[in-house]
């Protein structure tokens, strides 16, 4: 990676723009090479087309696609190469001098391709530098765990998931947090001489135990922190937003001539939207787990009120293998944010049978049993998402909160009713699992939100309430 000194090819006094430089609404500061100003190139904003940030649940580290576009003044002065650093720093215009506004975005990026189009005709150059969060020891390196030979004879040294992924993340070069409201129930002695930082991180969490009806996440938000989240924890707080259509909002709350102190009503709003049910695709809308494992110790040391073992009808033909298997069955049927039950009779009674496994006194109690378990909830819960396309500048609030923050894992409320049609099944309560950050210098800054809810496309109490109230 560049340390901003080789400078043949980094000297911010040959930029066409040498600070940062307005936007619509923004300020964008771009700096090439290192996020020392004095040591970078700044990237002049009138090069610039497009500034795009993704986070997910389901990817290990930020992205970012940077577009850029020049005549030749730009790019014959530097030579963007792969693994060095692009800083971006992103800070709304507000009309008070006085206040000066946090960042939406201030995090680094490292090149990991660049991709560029020569137009002949017009002579213009537009370069994609493709990015990720600067964390490659945690993708990267090997992550040796005990790390010391005196913590691996130490077998009384244990680590719940929680203190462990700690160590794992912070390690790696990211920061943590941790949302966990009660202690995980998975206190071990982990093990691990091959695999990653990103790979051992999820390793822990496919495995981590949180709960009979609750599953662990963690994820790396656009800010280089990891998070280690449950499910119950995100769908049990707050309504953080709700999003209801622009043109729905301006004919019910948009203050008027006939009526100006109408209150914008807590309401953000949203441009477009479109809904992907993901749910029998996946797994024909989730599915209980019934498992065997295979014990190697005698049948009296297993816990009977967590794990019940495998009893013979004839007692009298007891074999080794009857004796030896423990058993373990979990359906999750649980509703978390969806405002009704759409189970059909077939999801509910779908079981998934998983493979026998050894189980040693060395892992805690479920450690065998948590993949099918988180896999079960993950895939119960995730079903339903929606994408909105929000205008974070003409929001009802923005004079009030310009930066319209929404983070993953927050809970928002999602209204997709109209003044002809008042409630529909897909209107509800909604997980944030994806953020797409859209910077344009001479637009506005947008938001496509990714979410999720345990609503699917079954039978639905509003087909057994149509069919009641015909009778």
């Known amino acids: 990676m560049a340390d901003g000194n080789d400078k043949n090819i980094l000297d911010p006094s040959s930029a066409s723009q040498s600070g940062p430089t307005a936007s619509v609404n923004n300020v964008i500061e771009v700096l090439y090479g290192s996020d020392d100003i004095q040591k970078a190139y700044p990237i002049p904003t009138n090069k610039i087309d497009k500034i795009q940030i993704k986070e997910s649940f389901f990817s290990k580290l930020p992205t970012l696609k940077l577009v850029l576009s020049d005549v030749g003044t730009l790019f014959n002065t530097v030579g963007f190469q792969i693994g060095y650093t692009i800083n971006i720093k992103i800070t709304p215009i507000v009309k008070n001098k006085d206040v000066i506004p946090r960042p939406y975005v201030n995090s680094n990026f490292t090149i990991q391709s660049i991709n560029y189009v020569f137009d002949l005709d017009k002579k213009d150059y537009v370069y994609e530098l493709n990015c990720i969060y600067p964390a490659e020891k945690y993708l990267n390196d090997i992550c040796v765990w005990p790390v010391t030979e005196i913590d691996a004879l130490n077998i009384e040294k244990q680590y719940t998931s929680e203190e462990l992924l700690r160590l794992i993340c912070t390690r790696g070069g990211l920061g943590f947090y941790s949302n966990l409201t009660t202690e995980p129930s998975d206190s071990m002695a982990w093990l691990n001489c091959s695999l990653t930082y990103s790979e051992f991180a ?35 707080g707050a309504t953080k937003y709700t999003y209801i259509h622009k043109t729905l909002y301006d004919m019910k709350y948009k203050p008027t001539g006939n009526n100006p102190n109408r209150k914008p009503s807590g309401y953000r709003t949203f441009t477009d939207m479109t809904f992907n049910n993901v749910g029998y695709i996946q797994n024909q809308g989730a599915y209980g787990v019934k498992t065997y494992i295979y014990n190697p110790y005698h049948i009296k040391s297993i816990n009977p009120l967590s794990i019940k073992p495998k009893v013979p009808k ?122 797409v950050h859209n910077f344009y210098p001479r637009s506005n800054y947008t938001i496509n939100i990714i979410a999720a809810n345990d609503g699917i496309n079954g039978v639905g109490q509003l087909k057994k309430e149509s069919d009641i109230n015909k009778k």
């Not at 822990?204 to 924890?233: F, S």
């Open 202 to 236: 999820e390793k822990v969490t496919k495995h981590a135990w949180v709960g009979d009806d609750d599953m662990p996440i963690l994820y790396v938000n656009k800010e280089g922190t990891a998070v280690y989240n449950t499910l119950n924890t995100m769908c049990n």
């Open 314 to 435: 004839n007692i009298k033909n007891v074999t080794l293998n009857d004796a030896c298997l423990r058993y373990k069955e979990f359906h999750d049927n649980k509703i978390r944010v969806a405002q009704m039950s759409n189970k059909s009779p077939g999801q509910v009674q779908n079981f998934r049978y998983s493979f026998s496994k050894m189980h040693f006194k060395q892992t805690h109690e479920n450690y065998d049993y948590a993949p099918q378990h988180n896999e079960s909830i993950k895939r119960a819960f995730f079903q339903q998402f929606v994408s909105l396309t929000v205008d974070a500048v003409n929001q009802p609030d923005y004079d009030f909160d310009p930066l319209q923050m929404v983070y993953l894992g927050d809970k928002i409320s999602v209204r997709v009713d109209s003044t002809y049609n008042p409630g529909t099944i897909q209107s509800g309560d909604y997980i944030v699992t994806g953020l």
